[in-house]
């Protein structure tokens, strides 16, 4: 059977409204792990997404780092067709060139709209203090619970196979 999670990440921004009251809004994004959500194989992806957040190779945003986690999806499933003229940015012919994906899948994270009512692991990570929380799901009556089972602060990877695809 296969260990399936979700992935939220999250991000709080505030500012002063008009009136100078201190608005706070929060956002997530969810992602769906099918397999292999255990924590002993997903952390070497997430341990170099959060990196890479630490690092400060994109900004705090949502959409920006979130399609980012979704690359390293598909790197870590070899899924994204290889293209060997890379230039700073592809015109039509170059894209038209790029050879079809050989799977429907396009990685190991899939966007979804809410926690998946199937996972064994949560995974939180927020983009703006660069922290994970890993969860085990449990179900009692059909209701999740989850139990924390190792929050982590801007973890300290070995080195990893994503390595080279961290450039500075």
């Known amino acids: 059977m296969s260990i399936r999670a979700n992935i939220i990440l999250s991000e709080t921004h505030s500012y002063r409204s008009k009136k100078s009251l201190e608005i706070v809004k929060s956002k997530r994004l969810i992602f769906y792990r ?14 170099v997404y959060m990196r890479w957040i630490r690092a400060g190779k994109f900004r705090n945003n949502l959409g920006k780092s979130g399609s980012w986690l979704a690359i390293l999806g598909g790197i870590e499933n070899n899924v994204i067709p290889k293209f060997l003229s890379f230039k700073d940015k592809l015109g039509p012919e170059e894209l038209n060139s790029i050879p079809m994906p050989n799977f429907w899948k396009s990685g190991s994270f899939e966007p979804v ?39 982590k602060l801007l973890p300290q990877p070995e080195s990893t196979h994503f390595d080279h695809f961290n450039r500075q």
């Not at 194989?41 to 341990?47: E, H, K, Q, R, Y």
């Not at 983009?127 to 139990?147: G, H, M, P, R």
């Open 113 to 151: 709209n809410e926690i998946c009512g199937d996972i064994d692991f949560l995974y939180e990570i927020d983009i703006n203090e660069a922290k994970l929380t890993i969860k085990k799901v449990s179900y009692i009556d059909e209701k999740q619970v989850y139990e924390v089972v190792a929050p």
């Open 34 to 47: 099918k397999a292999d959500g255990n924590p002993e194989a997903i952390l070497p992806v997430i341990n």
